[in-house]
Structures are given as structure tokens and as C-alpha cells.
């Protein structure tokens, strides 16, 4: 079993930024593509970031290209979505995934989830 461990959510005002991270204990962060869901309340979960194991190959959903950015620390085992020009639609809860391959975790077959962390944007 793999504990993802997610932080650095929290109440921010549209425009402001926050950075995530994804703590990925021992092999994990290198052995599996790491990426970001979210869930709003109402709504289903979906795919917002991923990034390969190599770190040469990222995906993120149109909605938050330009804004958001996922990076690997290999030698800290974390994983982080730097999200910035944040609007109220971003409010969700924000989980970390590890899955097999970028297609995979992309169409939700994710092998292990965290706990996830609340991101509020007010307006």
C-alpha cells in the first residue's frame, strides 16, 4: 500500500496563488506518474495535472493550462501543482494519484489515492 499525503490547500481570493505538494513516500514518486484531480461538491471527480516519470512529459486539462504547473523533487519525494490566476471555479478538492502510465491516470485508472486537500477561491 501507498500512502499519498496531499497539503498546502486552503482559502484564497481569486487572482492569488498555492502550491500543493504531494508527499510520496519512498520508490513512489519515481516508480509512478503522479497527478492531480479535483472534486467540487455536486460534481465528479476529474484529471487536472499529470506528470511522467522521466519529468520531461506533463498533461494538464485545458481549463488549467497556463495557470497551473506540476513538477517532480525526486530527491524530496514530493510532487507539486503550483496553481496561480486562481478563479472560484478552481474551488475543489484536491487529491494526489499515482497510476501506471500517462494515458491511464489521465482516464482516472489510478492505483493509489490520497486524502486529499480543500482549495477555496472566494471572488
Known amino acids: 500500500q501507498v500512502r499519498l499525503v496531499e497539503s498546502g490547500g486552503g482559502l484564497v481570493q481569486a487572482g492569488d496563488s498555492l502550491r500543493l505538494t504531494c508527499d510520496a513516500p519512498g520508490r513512489t514518486s519515481s516508480t509512478f506518474v503522479i497527478g492531480w484531480f479535483r472534486q467540487a461538491p455536486g460534481k465528479e471527480r476529474e484529471f487536472v495535472a499529470a506528470i511522467a516519470r522521466s519529468n520531461t512529459t506533463t498533461d494538464y486539462i485545458e481549463s488549467v493550462k497556463g495557470r497551473f504547473t506540476i513538477s517532480r523533487s525526486i530527491a524530496n519525494k514530493q510532487v507539486y501543482l503550483q496553481m496561480n490566476s486562481l478563479k472560484p471555479e478552481d474551488t475543489a478538492t484536491y487529491y494526489c494519484?499515482?497510476?501506471?502510465?500517462?494515458?491511464?491516470?489521465?482516464?482516472?485508472?489510478?492505483?493509489?489515492w490520497g486524502q486529499g486537500t480543500q482549495v477555496t477561491v472566494s471572488s
Open positions: 494519484a499515482a497510476g501506471i502510465t500517462m494515458q491511464t491516470i489521465r482516464a482516472s485508472r489510478v492505483q493509489f
